[in-house]
């Protein structure tokens, strides 16, 4: 949670993001989903004016951005946030962001297109992509890689690192157990050459990870290199999924120290040495978010509920 909301500070308006069903925090951050939308589409509202995202046509925690108005006519794709549709297949938002990246390098070298602003903002919009860590053994992650490095677009790359890929730890799945590592050789040698600028900052340090962000960005939107975010030493609390159990294959040690190093914890702990809030305002803000979020579970808990309640009696008035 804590990087995405680093990412969605730099993320402007043209940018778009070809991501993964653990991006709820970003897309909420960068305004691009509301409370009542995530809750309309975990409980398959159809309707596209609560469920814009996705209508109830594919699976919870999958996103999109509609890019033409109700009269089929083009938005100004230059003035909104942009989330491509979300794929099902690990790594399979990769391949995209290469065209995505592309379209934006290609806008600055034709300034010709400027009359066409609706789409581009002079070519200065970034192809954000998020993976997990054991996704980056898939092919499509490094045929996306190396094909960005070869053609130079703004395309940025953050990857996910808990070390575990569900139950299956980096060692038996990454070589050198560290994929940044791993990645050296696709770093550019010299301002201006072929390659990729490499970034690693800890998830549960938010300064740091405002800074590497802040930095990467500027650097990929302003040059048009690839930049890779490998963003390390994050926690599951919960393991896989709410039906997992990663006490079975994580040690002790790891479980303490992953509550120690929650990256939620953590961030309270900053703020409050940092004096930007005391430990009561804490609990109080704490306590306003859990009381909005419930507040927008059951406002679309209600509508679900009418409904089906509509559906009974019109279903009984229709044997009658």
Excluded at 18 to 28: A, H, L
């Amino acid at each position: 949670e804590v990087p995405q909301l680093a990412m969605a500070r730099v993320f402007n308006p043209g940018d778009w993001r070809s991501g993964y069903y653990r991006d709820q925090t970003f897309m909420i951050a960068s305004g691009m989903l509301t409370l009542e939308e995530f809750f309309a589409q975990l409980y398959g509202d159809t309707d596209p004016i609560f469920n814009p995202q996705t209508t109830g046509r594919i699976m919870n925690n999958h996103w999109a951005t509609r890019l033409i108005d109700d009269e089929g006519n083009w938005k100004r794709l230059s003035e909104i946030k942009i989330a491509a549709a979300d794929l099902s297949p690990t790594a399979g938002q990769m391949p995209r962001l290469v065209g995505l990246a592309q379209a934006s390098k290609l806008y600055r070298q034709h300034p010709e297109l400027t009359y066409q602003n609706q789409f581009s903002n002079g070519g200065n919009e970034v192809a954000f992509g998020t993976i997990g860590d054991a996704a980056t053994s898939e092919g499509h992650f490094w045929e996306t890689l190396n094909a960005a490095g070869v053609l130079q677009v703004p395309l940025a790359v953050s990857v996910w690192d808990d070390g575990f890929g569900i139950s299956v730890p980096a060692l038996l799945q990454t070589t050198k157990q560290n994929i940044s590592a791993l990645l050296k050789g696709f770093k550019r040698e010299q301002i201006g050459g072929q390659g990729y600028e490499i970034f690693e900052v800890n998830g549960w340090d938010y300064a740091a990870c405002r800074n590497t962000y802040e930095k990467a960005i500027e650097l990929c939107r302003r040059e048009h290199v690839p930049v890779l975010i490998h963003v390390k030493e994050l926690t599951q609390p919960l393991g896989h999924s709410t039906s997992g159990s990663h006490e079975r294959y994580k040690s002790l040690e790891r479980l303490e120290w992953e509550k120690e190093y929650d990256c939620i914890r953590q961030m309270k702990i900053w703020i409050i040495a940092q004096e930007f809030a005391t430990t009561e305002e804490m609990e109080i803000i704490e306590k306003n978010a859990i009381n909005r979020v419930q507040s927008a579970r059951l406002k679309k808990l209600e509508r679900l509920l009418g409904i089906i309640i509509l559906m009974h009696y019109v279903k009984k008035e229709t044997y009658l």
